[in-house]
């Protein structure tokens, strides 16, 4: 006879899960004496909502589903957060909880709250276990069906009763690879001479192209094609650095600099585009053709309606595409002359002797090597670190462009740190942001991890109070008082430094890198550059006139 509970650890094993993160309940105990005795490593957090956060960024960097696990009720719903995060991000994570006795009750209702409803329009599956005999199979489709594109979040509530019941031993169901259709050779071909008929060509790499399986074939496809391109927030990094033909990032959805060679275009084939992400440019009737190249059909919206579309394996298919274009495309470049002036205005005052974003990121770019990872909160600098950090590597920008909530960047990080042990990671965090997680400094001190903190500090939430002035609606209601975060991150064992000249920036953050461990750094910013370039520079860019 074998528990529930075994059981189900075992499927777990079964799909080469290594670590879950989360707070169990007392409905999970059976499960928690499971793992005890399994292969697998029990990561506890501060807050449910850190553990769903750490299990997709799991599930972001490795293409393997993440595991997190909570309690019913309360425990249950603090994960909702993190459901969306991971459905609208594509994130492959499976999320398991807790619940009472569903064969019999002593408890009546207490704690009780449907999560397999509640997760229903979070989730790509959310299903509740009735049955021991029933487990191997759930859990083989909930991985299935996490991990297949387009990936995303699975909820499993195993209920007590269930967990601790005895059954006969299950056969577990074997995993097996699963290779994708390739794009049809009409969609190619007809692709192909919009390509090579085109006089302005353009790629822009989106969110899908991201994937960790697909960016040495993304990489590929530019270098033989020869296309200039640019990149959705999600999308940066897709094509590493040093190809020359990097136009910028895609920060706004129009006006910025980068919208130049866009507004030129005549052509736009986007990679990997979701159409998830704040849109990167909006297509209107008199502008360029798009051709869609997915691992599904778009989802065609009113900013949106690609003319032509190749669904398939992103990589295989690209490299099809490439071989019927490769080097007979007459107008590759046309759109190249226009990067310099992109770059060179994205860059401008990037060395003031001030707290602004860019220097900032100028200088966070300075201590970062090529395989340094970035993972951001959410707030205003995330525009600017989109805009203007140049990436080198896949994945090493972690930004949420499609949830876009609170409270994500320090478990992300936490999560790339265990991942990359021996690569420099660093969290960039607002103060409003950090504060809706930061009890998470105790989970990563605890786990001994190699990991900087960048706190950028204005007393308010200063997105929203941004946007307030620019409505021209009166400052209210966005500003508060922070702790003294140096003391704060001492508290929790880990260590910090404040600092107050722009000059010593990147001392401070090269000290917290070699001096190990989990390291907050504290600086102010100084966001009037956001009116000044944001607002002010980009309403004097008029459109580019199109070129015939």
Known sequence: MTKGSDLFVAALENEGVDRIFGIPGEENLDIVESIRRSSIQL????????????????????????????????????????????????????????????LSSRQARFQIVDIVAAMKPLTKLSRQIVSPKMIPSLVREAFRVAQEERPGPVHLELPEDIAAAECEPVALVPTHPVELPLASADALDRAARMIMEAKHPLLMFGAAASRPRVTPDVAQFVLRTQIPYFTTQMGKGTVPGGTELYMGTAALSERDYVHEAIEQADLIITIGHDTVEKPPFIMGANGPKVIHVGYHSADVEQVYFPQAEIVGDLGPSLALLADRIEGKIPNAQALLPLRENILSRIAARATEDRFTPQRIV??????????????????????????????????????????????????????????????????????????????????????????????????????????????????????????????????YGAKGTRVTEIADLRPALERAFTGGGVHLVVVPIDYSENTRVLVDELRERLPAPRTP
């Open 362 to 491: 100028h200088d966070v770019r300075a201590v970062m090597p090529a395989d340094g990872i970035l993972a951001l909160d959410n707030g205003m600098y995330k525009i600017w670190f989109a805009r203007n950090y140049r990436t080198r590597m896949a994945n090493t920008l972690l930004l949420d462009n499609a949830l876009a909530t609170m409270g994500a960047g320090l478990p992300s990080a936490m999560m790339a740190s265990l991942l990359f042990p021996t690569r420099r990671v660093m969290a960039i965090c607002g103060d409003g942001g950090f504060m809706m997680n930061s009890q998470e400094l105790e989970t990563a001190v605890r786990l001994k991890l190699n990991l900087v903190i960048l706190l950028l500090e204005d007393h308010a939430y200063g997105m929203i109070r941004w946007k307030q002035a620019v409505d021209e609606f009166p400052d209210f209601g966005m500003t508060f008082g922070n702790p003294d975060f140096v003391k704060y991150a001492e508290a």
């Open 43 to 102: 990561i506890l957090t501060r807050h449910e909502q850190a553990a769903a956060f750490m299990a997709a960024t799991y599930g972001r960097l490795t293409g393997k589903a993440g595991v997190c696990i909570t309690t019913l009720g309360p425990g249950a719903l603090n994960l909702t957060t993190g459901a969306a995060y991971a459905l609208l991000g594509a994130m492959p994570m499976i999320m398991i909880t807790g619940q009472k006795g569903i």
